[in-house]
């Protein structure tokens, strides 16, 4: 079982730039690939990026990309998601995820691949 913990969720008028955090408490994360989703009020959850154990192949939706950015950092102990240009239509809950999987794997944008789900932490743009 592996536990995720997002951070970096809050306020932010529109144009405005996030980073989401996400860590396995006492462990690292080198094991699994990793993603993000969001789901807004009334909607279904919906991928956002992701990125393969080696942290060399990214893979983003389409209203994300240019703006969003997934990274993780070496000792693979965190991923982060760096938001700038934000849209109202951002505003949803953030999901960190993450699935066992080859090293060199292509990112998934199902989350039906995913195993372990975060809390996740709220997004609110303001316009």
């Known amino acids: 079982q592996v536990q995720l913990v997002e951070s970096g969720g809050g306020l932010v008028q529109a144009g405005g730039s996030l980073r989401l955090s996400c860590a396995a408490p006492?462990?690292?994360?080198?094991?699994?690939?990793m993603g993000w989703f969001r789901q807004a009020p009334g909607k279904e959850r919906e991928f956002v990026a992701a990125?393969?154990?080696?942290?060399?192949?990214?893979r983003y939706a389409d209203f994300v990309r240019g703006r969003f950015t997934i990274v993780r950092d070496n000792a693979k102990t965190t991923v982060y998601l760096q938001m700038n240009s934000l849209r109202p239509e951002d505003t949803a809950v953030f999901y960190c995820?993450?699935?066992?999987?080859?090293?060199?794997?292509?990112?998934?944008?199902?989350?039906?691949?995913?195993?372990?789900w975060g809390q996740g932490t709220q997004v609110t743009v303001s316009s």
């Open positions: 995820a993450a699935r066992s999987a080859p090293y060199y794997n292509s990112p998934k944008d199902d989350p039906e691949d995913y195993d372990y």
């Open positions: 006492g462990r690292t994360l080198s094991s699994y690939a």
């Open positions: 990125i393969n154990r080696s942290g060399l192949s990214t």
